[in-house]
């Protein structure tokens, strides 16, 4: 089992920053892809960024391409978001994943409670 907790959520204006961290205990973490998911108010759950267990291998959403940064530090269990640029269609809640074998899905094995994440225009 993995356990999941995300922090650094809140609120913020447009054009501002904010670094998320998905904070893991449990299992060899070091093992795990991991992902940060979003979902808006009354829609779908998507990808916003992923990546694999070495950081050798990194994928984006298209709408937050040079925007976000994502990365690990396996030492810490920890895996971080770097939000910048942010814009108030980036309001959601975030989630981060977990999953062994796979990258980016949203079928991914374990998941966190989630951070919200408002951007105020």
């Known amino acids: 089992q993995v356990q999941l907790v995300e922090s650094g959520g809140g609120l913020v204006q447009a054009g501002g920053s904010l670094r998320l961290s998905c904070a893991a205990s449990?299992?060899?973490?070091?093992?795990?892809?991991v992902g940060w998911f979003r979902q808006p108010a009354g829609k779908e759950r998507d990808i916003v960024a992923a990546?694999?267990?070495?950081?050798?291998?990194?994928l984006y959403g298209d709408s937050v391409k040079g925007r976000f940064t994502i990365s690990r530090d396996n030492a810490k269990n920890t895996v971080y978001l770097q939000m910048n640029s942010l814009k108030p269609e980036d309001t959601a809640i975030y989630y981060c994943?977990?999953?062994?074998?796979?990258?980016?899905?949203?079928?991914?094995?374990?998941w966190g409670q989630g951070t919200q994440v408002t951007v105020s225009s």
């Open positions: 449990g299992r060899s973490f070091w093992r795990f892809n």
């Open positions: 994943a977990a999953d062994e074998r796979r990258l980016g899905d949203l079928g991914s094995d374990y």
């Open positions: 990546i694999s267990p070495s950081g050798n291998k990194r």
